[in-house]
């Protein structure tokens, strides 16, 4: 976000979650943030903490899926989705970390029509299904490879800490970890 440099109108964090990502989007410039998330507890917490305060002028938030009740175009859209895809019926109740089939699609397809033309699409993603053997699937490089959508500009990738060693669970797989930030804008239509 510090190396933004395109127009500061608007924002869409979709998962706004904590609102960690909200709270850059605000701190870096841009003059309304919508958050969006499945989770009430979310929107529910993010509005007490923010109260009455220049932060809940500055961000609205709907309690909703993907992009709730905003559908106007906008410069920046940020997703932080959910890293693993639901493997059992168990899976279903923790949506923070795992997906359904159909999320990323939906995703897309609604990103398709409310990110503005010269805008940009950032999603922070995660290795962890493939080093862990739940998929070989990447939903965000399927995509790209299979979709007339989005266009990668910029891939960031960046390794995983080491876990506490106080820590009991499995974590061999964490020394290949990386977390991905893509940035895609709109395929050119050529």
């Keep these: ?18 609102g960690a ?15 969006t998330d499945i989770n009430p507890n979310a929107i529910i917490g993010l509005t ?4 009455d305060t220049k932060l809940s002028r500055k961000i609205e938030l709907d309690h909703a899926s993907l992009f709730g009740k905003w559908d106007k175009q906008t410069e920046l ?12 019926e168990n899976d279903r109740t923790d949506k923070a970390m795992y997906y359904p089939e159909e999320l990323f699609p939906d995703f897309f397809a609604a990103a398709k ?3 503005a033309v010269d805008g940009k699409l950032l999603i922070l993603f ?10 070989n699937d990447h939903p965000i ?7 007339d959508r989005f266009q990668l500009e ?29 940035v895609l804008v709109h395929k050119n239509s050529d």
Excluded at 1 to 17: C, E, F, N, Q, S
Excluded at 77 to 88: M, Q, R, Y
């Design 1 to 18: 976000l510090k190396r933004y440099k395109g127009p500061k109108k608007t924002a869409i964090d979709v998962g706004v979650g904590s």
């Design 21 to 35: 990502l909200s709270f850059q989007l605000v701190g870096h410039g841009f003059q309304k943030v919508y958050g």
């Design 48 to 51: 007490e903490f923010m109260g």
């Design 77 to 88: 859209i940020v997703f932080n989705p959910p890293w693993l895809p639901i493997s059992s």
């Design 113 to 115: 029509e409310r990110l």
């Design 126 to 135: 995660s290795n962890l299904a493939q080093i862990t053997d739940v998929t």
């Design 141 to 147: 490089e399927n995509e790209i490879a299979h979709h």
């Design 154 to 182: 910029r891939c960031y990738k960046k390794r995983v800490k080491a876990a506490s060693d106080k820590t009991t669970r499995e974590q061999n797989w964490r020394a290949s970890e990386e977390v991905e930030l893509w």
